[in-house]
């Protein structure tokens, strides 16, 4: 069974923070991830509480990192998340 680490970056009062994190928490409620046997974990992490996120990721919030890789920011396609789970996932 593969671990899959998602951390989404953001801060509070940021709409696509906001639509970013509805993508990923509905992608991860899919049947297939939720019963694929595979555990999936979501961390929120804000720019505001870190000096060294705000300096790296200001300018691209919301980001999306899977196993501490980035797999996109400002807008979260759900098509592609999927298949980047799936690839995470494949042994």
């Known amino acids: 069974m593969a671990i899959v680490e998602l951390t989404l970056i953001g801060k509070d009062g940021c709409h696509l923070c906001d639509d970013a ?3 990923v928490t509905g992608v ?16 929120e992490k804000s720019i ?3 000096d060294a996120l705000c300096e790296r990721y200001v300018e691209e919030i919301p ?7 980035v797999h996109n920011y400002w807008r ?9 789970l799936r690839e995470a996932t494949a042994v």
């Not at 980001?63 to 890789?69: A, G, P, Q, T």
């Open 21 to 23: 994190r509805a993508v």
């Open 28 to 43: 991860l409620a899919e049947p297939q991830f939720v019963e694929g046997g595979h555990e999936f974990t979501l961390t």
């Open 48 to 50: 505001l509480d870190d």
């Open 63 to 69: 980001v999306l990192l899977i196993n501490d890789r």
């Open 76 to 84: 979260i396609d759900a098509d592609r998340l999927r298949n980047a």
